[in-house]
């Protein structure tokens, strides 16, 4: 069973913290994605990686940033929290033209 | 999770009807579409994909049919079940070789017993 894991469901962080939101899949797939996720806003692309060390910016990449040192891992990372950061993060990962598998999600609270 | 379904349109099905999903794409050079299941709490789910040559794919209780002349997609549902309760969205592929995909905001749908 293909499995797409995120670190944590549920996070409450201050404002200000620097916060690693860690995302693992066991696909060997090349390409894997951050996603967050508001009511009315459907799913918005924060980054993309399709390579180790290969990273592109989505369509809301202020505030963030990303790391893919190995190709099962792929990491976001919030320089200093804000309150409108206060989201569902979803983590995905993909071949080519086939579709996507997504974690489970965390629900990130900055408080 | 929760949250996400508060702002969507509503499909509310008696159970054991069929539901139908409706979603329009934004972009005629889309090849490939994808219908995800997202209940509460969860990730998104895969349900069932289709490509651009296709204009009808069945599966296991679903139905996915492509409009390519209007730019649009639905999801059917046979004989509705609870356990379909869940918020439903498509995700198109503008183009063939690219990474993203675009998202629909979703319709939630709610099986009445």
């Known amino acids: 069973d293909v499995k797409v894991t995120q670190s944590s469901r549920y996070l409450v962080k201050r404002t200000g913290e620097k916060v690693f939101l860690e995302c693992v899949q066991d696909?060997?797939?090349?390409?894997m994605f951050w996603y967050r996720q508001d009511p009315g806003l459907g799913l918005r692309l924060i980054y993309f990686?399709?390579?180790?060390?290969?990273?592109e910016k989505g369509d809301i990449p202020e505030g963030y940033s990303v790391s893919r040192e190995k190709k099962e891992r792929f990491s976001l990372i919030l320089e200093s929290a804000s309150t409108n950061q206060t989201s569902m993060y979803l983590c995905?990962?993909?071949?080519?033209?086939?579709?996507?598998?997504f974690g489970q999600g965390t629900r990130l609270t900055v408080v | 999770g929760e949250s996400v379904g508060l702002h969507l349109p509503t499909l509310s099905v008696q159970e054991g009807d069929n539901s139908i999903i409706n979603c329009a794409y934004s972009?005629?050079?889309?090849?490939?579409f994808i219908w995800y299941k997202q209940e509460s709490g969860k990730g998104p789910q895969f349900i069932i994909d289709?490509?651009?040559?296709?204009d009808k794919r069945q599966g296991q209780r679903v139905t996915v049919l492509l409009n390519k002349t209007v730019k649009h997609l639905s999801l059917q549902i046979a004989a509705t079940q609870p356990g379909d309760s869940a918020v439903y969205f498509c995700?198109?592929?503008?183009?063939?070789?690219?990474?993203?995909?675009?998202f629909g905001t979703g319709t939630r749908l709610k099986v009445l017993a």
């Open positions: 990686s399709y390579d180790v060390k290969m990273k």
């Open positions: 995700a198109e592929n503008p183009s063939s070789g690219t990474y993203k995909y675009i």
């Open positions: 972009n005629s050079a889309s090849d490939y």
């Open positions: 289709i490509r651009s040559n296709m």
């Open positions: 995905a990962s993909k071949l080519m033209n086939t579709e996507a598998f």
């Open positions: 696909m060997d797939h090349e390409n």
